[in-house]
């Protein structure tokens, strides 16, 4: 029982980590990028749509990932080469992708779902307790981790991690050293838009498994507040993500208890919880804007 | 040319028909310049000249419209700052290059074009700032450096490339005079050792001491060369503006009969507001009727926070810590301050001192909107925009404001006419103290002496004027006394007839009241 | 070839007043590629969205309908966008302001009087207040993001209303429906002109809004600080204005129009409380705000055109039989190419073909 609500809860964290991990490495190189909803719905719908007509999941996955990365890539014209109002253009982006889907998913409203199976690890996932917690778990889980410790690693151990954090401190100073900082941007953008694609397939091949309209129920917006929560570092949104899987899964598991509580109420606990967590994290304004990245949100236009 | 200029063949750098637009406007214009080995060499010129476009497009920041560069004989496009680098062009930035929240380590390291691994860079780093006597911890965070530190990164940073050419851009505007002498011998040392560089700056004495040949600017053409040395600074400002600068007129105050003290700061300490920013500690100063008082101090030691406590965009647990006319303002919005007769013109201009998509009589109004609101403002909260903007044409006409458009955005005027259209805006309301940061930061020659005088001018009438700088040469020029701001805290005033810089020098540097002068000290703090 | 971006010295003005109309431009030529990929005639869909339903007076009222909370929430979000407080919550402003509203009628349906009507507005104006006021107040004192946090509260505010119509407030005489008792006479918003079409007063209370936000936005100091707050807020606390006063300013008066046109809707339109009374007009409204240009005589013309698209939607489904779903893809685009075209303002576009940069480094 105990370790069917741990599994659950790794399901529920597992999209909230990724579409947070994506846009971490956004904001680390100084955008902020708000259509994480709109990409992570676009990835749910088209991560079911390809694994329906092929029959094949990982098609699905990969279909999502590449979705979610062209649609950042709009935002990414927009705001960068464009120098449109990033908080804006991503609320477009949002809207955008909630329109869209709502409009190619209409067809696979109430069919069944084709779910991501398993990948046992080979003998580790005999081991008691963590072998079925940790190594026998769909991919996207295991793409899941190993991206957070690969951005924690690229970010704070490689010359290129140093350079993005470089952009996102000062781009005026890096563009000075010839460090280009609008590709650097496309690229960490379009990372984003893939993760938060991805992320996206899990609910809709994992999660669900189904195609729901709006089925990704503030999620973006969540992992956003999650980048905050974990001051931008890669371990802290895993730390948090879980911690917010767990909130959700627990009010589910209270709803279905039936403990007297209305279930609206239960189900807008993570909502709530996001708020108060927020304002924990955010009410010593030093320490944000410490952690900030300097350029966050703020446009650069090179001279040439 | 004079005949020391070397041969094509021998010189290190040399540029030929440079030129860059932006838009119509042509920063640099079919510019010449060579610089032979092991010299240093001067580029002159006012704000504005193209100076900073030329060394941008050498270093391969900015791209030149036509025009040719061949570096030891060859042609070279520099198309990167990495390619300035890979040929051995090093560059020194004014506003520093640096990234605040990394390690000084981590800084250099972004310039450096191959991947070294952080510890060696590191201990590169740490030899060389041995060998030049460049204190300097690779582990420290910028954000918590001195602005001479930040240099000492930026210059370490491109020694450690090797390069055969460095260059400046206004180093020593940062530096205490004695830090810039520092400067200056580690400059001469890596002059013996064969590299050229390249000094930008348009302080005359320092290049008359330091530089071998320069080459003057002007709108984006060069308009002389010359030897430093032969140049009196006179006729250096005069190749440079290209015709006599007046001289400010500061005779001996005119109402010594009321010596009233206008604007008085009692015991004012304030906590850093952010962590970037620097404590106030018990800062006592009086400025008189009729009276400019300085206050001289290297970047970041406190004078902005104390501009933002004395104007009131910051206000102060007492009401006794400030007083205008006499009135206890301390606990006083800038509002309230102003309508007590006080007026402000703060460091930046854009973005602070006025809007910059705003027109310049919505900037008028910006400030003005308290002090003659019965002017300015109809029933309900009504904006007199015919009124403002009669008042606005007063004012550029006042101030000699060049502008493009009937009523410009702030953001469409250079950085001259812009200031003089806040100090103007000020200036009209006859205010009977008036605080300034920074009056004449990268404002040309011409702009800058008339604000200097108008503000000596209001003193004159019976004002009490309060100009806070870096500019040395500035405050000299205009203060009846000099006072020093260093780490927070305030000397007391020295009269200008027994003020030097050397004993200026020393009190920016913190020599003063048992602070011994050294970084780290500041850092304990 | 790249695209290179010139600031252009002084804001244009040929493209200021341009700008939204070459946005709707290309957002007609995208829709019409879209209609043709759905296999649709793009003339003739077009048809059915944007002048069908403007050619009878019944669909007239329609449109003033759908689009009175769009124009109201739209006013309201101007100024806090004009002042950069991103409130995207309007949506849950807008059912809070139903459900404070609503409380007479619901759960004193014997206190009918002629002035319940007037409270009612009241009532919801201070209760979408009230829910801004909570986003605001968290991000003055504890610095928290408002986005996020106004954001959230919406879901928070779709819970509540669902949990009224299915628990305390469900109609008891309603066969277990998820729904209030309908409204008494006195506490429905009268039609305009009931001879020809439902129009309530909605309409009017949203035009009255425009014009006053107009009115403080572009000729009284408040409207200018909000302007200098929101353009540099630097600038604008040198001037004496406080930037924390700003945000709750901004967000009451944004929530209190959102309220109102909650309350309007309810009262007006629908005539009780369902789990769901708004498609999304809290969302679309910011769509509406930017088309506007953020100034609320603009945002009446956007706020018609948007509210167009939703019958235009309804039409086509019926008329050529394109899913109602098109309509909020539709939408979503419009906001990409006014945010794209806004670019023109600021900036001259150049195009620079890499084969003149190496013209320029042979000479």
């Not at chain 1, 991919?139 to 690229?154: D, E, G, K, Q």
């Not at chain 1, 009010?251 to 109420?265: E, K, V, W």
């Not at chain 2, 930026?154 to 810039?180: K, N």
């Not at chain 2, 001259?416 to 000020?426: D, H, T, V, W, Y």
């Amino acid at each position: 029982m105990f370790e069917a609500i741990l599994l659950t809860v790794s399901m529920a964290a597992t999209p909230l980590l990724l579409a947070a991990i994506g846009e971490l490495v956004v904001e680390r190189s100084g955008v902020l990028n708000l259509g994480v909803e709109g990409m992570m719905i676009m990835g749910a719908v088209t991560g079911f749509g390809v694994a329906l007509t092929t029959g094949n999941p990982f098609l699905g996955a990969l279909a999502a990932i590449i979705v979610g990365a062209l649609f950042s890539l709009l935002f990414a014209f927009l705001t960068l080469t464009l120098v449109t109002n990033q908080v804006a253009t991503g609320l477009a982006l949002t809207l955008l992708g909630l329109g869209l889907s709502g409009m190619i998913g209409e067809s696979f409203v109430g069919q069944p779902g084709v779910r991501l199976q398993r990948l046992d690890v080979p003998f580790l996932s005999e081991l008691p307790i963590v072998g079925r917690l940790i190594f026998s778990q769909d991919l996207i889980f295991y793409v899941s981790v190993f991206l957070t410790v690969a951005v924690a690693w690229f970010l704070f151990y490689t010359k290129a991690g140093l350079t993005l954090r470089s952009v996102g401190d000062n781009h005026a100073s890096a563009h000075a050293l010839g460090i280009k900082v609008i590709r650097i941007r496309y690229m960490a953008v379009l990372f984003g838009g893939a993760c938060a694609g991805l992320a996206g397939a899990h609910l809709s091949l994992v999660y669900v498994p189904q195609w729901v309209e709006n089925m990704t129920a503030g999620r973006g917006w969540i992992a956003l507040a999650l980048v905050v929560f974990a001051s931008w570092r890669p371990l802290r949104v895993l730390a948090g993500a879980y911690l917010f899987g767990a909130v959700s899964i627990g009010q589910l598991h209270a709803q279905a208890l039936g403990i007297g509580i209305p279930s609206q109420l239960l189900s807008a606990l993570p909502y709530i919880a996001t708020i108060v967590v927020l304002v924990l994290i955010s009410r010593n304004r030093r320490l944000t804007m410490v952690n900030t990245p300097a350029s966050l949100g703020r446009p650069f236009v090179p001279d040439r | 040319m004079d005949q020391s200029d070397p041969s094509q063949t021998e010189a290190l750098l040399a540029v030929r028909g440079l030129t860059k637009m932006f838009g119509s406007l042509k920063a640099c214009d079919n510019v010449d310049l060579t610089i032979g080995r092991g010299e240093i060499h001067a580029l002159l010129g006012e704000n504005g000249a193209g100076k900073s476009t030329l060394v941008k497009m050498l270093f391969g920041s900015l791209e030149p419209a036509s025009g040719t560069i061949h570096w030891k004989g060859e042609p070279v496009r520099i198309a990167s700052p990495a390619q300035a680098r890979a040929l051995g062009i090093g560059m020194v930035f004014q506003h520093f290059s640096l990234f605040e929240a990394l390690t000084a380590a981590e800084n250099i390291a972004l310039s450096i074009d191959d991947d070294t691994p952080i510890m060696k860079i590191a201990e590169r780093a740490r030899n060389l700032s041995k060998t030049y006597g460049l204190p300097l911890d690779p582990f420290s965070h910028v954000g918590d450096l001195s602005v001479g530190e930040r240099q000492r990164i930026e210059i370490i940073r491109c020694l450690l490339q090797e390069p055969e050419l460095i260059i400046l851009d206004e180093p020593t505007s940062v530096l205490t005079p004695q830090e810039a002498d520092k400067l200056f011998e580690t400059l001469e040392r890596l002059k013996g050792e064969g590299k050229s560089i390249l000094y930008i700056s348009h302080r005359l004495e320092e290049v008359k001491r330091i530089c071998d040949r320069a080459t003057v600017l002007r709108h984006g053409k060069v308009v002389d060369h010359c030897d430093p040395k032969q140049e009196t600074a006179a006729s250096l400002a005069r190749m440079m503006v290209g015709l006599e600068v007046q001289n400010v007129t500061r005779d001996v105050p005119a109402s010594a009969s009321d010596h009233r003290p206008l604007l008085e700061v009692d015991r004012l300490s304030r906590k850093p507001a952010t962590p970037f920013s620097v404590a106030l500690r018990d800062i006592s100063v009086k400025v008189h009727a009729g009276e400019v008082l300085g206050i001289a101090g290297v970047a970041g030691n406190g004078q902005g926070e104390f501009f933002e406590a004395v104007s009131g965009e910051a206000l102060q647990d007492r009401a006794e810590t400030v007083r205008v006319s006499g009135h206890l303002v301390g606990r006083l919005g800038i509002s309230q301050r102003r309508l007590k007769g006080a007026a402000f013109v703060p460091e930046e201009r854009l973005g602070h001192g006025a809007a910059p998509a705003m027109r310049l009589s919505e900037n008028l109004f910006l400030t003005r909107y308290r002090t003659d609101a019965r002017e300015y403002m109809g029933a309900a909260g009504t904006i007199r925009t015919s009124r403002i903007a009669a008042a606005a044409r007063r004012i550029v006409e006042a101030m000699d404001v060049r502008k493009s458009a009937e009523d410009p955005e702030a953001s469409a005027l250079s950085g001259g006419n812009l200031q003089k259209f806040i100090i103007g805006r000020e200036l009209d309301r006859e205010p009977k103290v008036m605080v300034v940061n920074q009056p004449t930061w990268g404002v040309d020659a011409g702009a800058a002496a008339r604000i200097r005088q108008a503000l000596i001018d209001l003193a004159r009438s019976g004002s009490a004027v309060l100009v806070i700088s870096q500019d040395l040469d500035e405050l000299f020029e205009m203060s009846d006394a000099i006072a020093v701001m260093h780490d927070g805290q305030l000397s007391a005033p020295i009269p200008i007839s027994e003020a030097t810089y050397e004993k200026v020098g020393l009190l920016m540097g913190g020599a003063d009241a048992g602070h011994p002068p050294s970084p780290l000290e500041e850092e304990a703090v | 070839m790249r695209l290179e971006l010139v600031k252009r010295p002084q804001q244009s003005t040929l493209f200021s007043a341009l700008s939204p109309f070459i946005a709707f431009g290309l957002t007609i030529v995208a829709g019409a590629t879209l209609f043709a990929a759905l296999g649709k005639d793009p003339v003739e869909t077009l048809y059915y969205y944007f002048i069908d339903p403007l050619t009878e007076t019944w669909s007239l009222h329609e449109l003033a309908i759908k689009a009175a909370p769009l124009i109201l929430i739209a006013v309201g979000l101007s100024v806090c966008f004009l002042s950069s407080n991103w409130n995207i919550g309007a949506e849950g402003q807008f059912i809070m302001g139903a459900i404070a509203g609503s409380i007479l009628p619901v759960l004193f349906p014997d206190f009918q009087f002629w002035f319940v009507l007037p409270l009612m507005l009241i009532m919801g104006m201070a209760g979408g207040a009230a829910y801004a006021f909570i986003p605001a107040l968290l991000k003055v004192r504890f610095n928290t993001n408002e986005i996020l946090s106004s954001l959230m509260l919406v879901y928070v505010a779709q819970l509540f209303l669902d949990w009224l119509v299915r628990g305390p407030w469900r109609n008891p005489e309603g066969f277990n429906f998820p729904e209030t008792r309908n409204f008494h006479e006195y506490a429905i918003l009268p039609e305009i002109w009931s001879a020809s079409g439902r129009a309530h007063w909605g309409f009017v209370f949203a035009i009255v809004a425009a014009l006053v936000l107009w009115f403080m936005l572009s000729k009284t100091i408040k409207g200018f600080e909000v302007k200098v707050i929101g353009q540099s807020p630097r600038a604008g606390r040198f001037a004496g204005f406080s930037a924390g006063r700003m945000v709750v300013f901004a967000f009451l008066v944004s929530g209190a129009m959102a309220g109102l046109a909650g309350i309007s809707e309810v009262s007006g339109a629908i005539g009780q409380l369902r789990p769901t009374i708004s498609p999304g007009y809290g969302f679309t409204a910011i769509i509406v705000a930017f088309l506007g240009r953020l100034n609320p005589l603009g945002i009446v013309a956007a706020g018609l055109i948007l509210a167009l698209t939703y019958l235009g939607g309804e039409a086509a489904q019926i008329s050529v039989g394109l899913s109602d779903k098109v309509v909020r893809a539709f939408q979503g685009s419009i906001l990409f190419f006014v945010l794209a075209c806004d670019t023109l303002i600021h900036y001259r576009i150049r195009m620079v073909r890499p084969a003149q940069k190496a013209e320029v480094a042979n000479v």
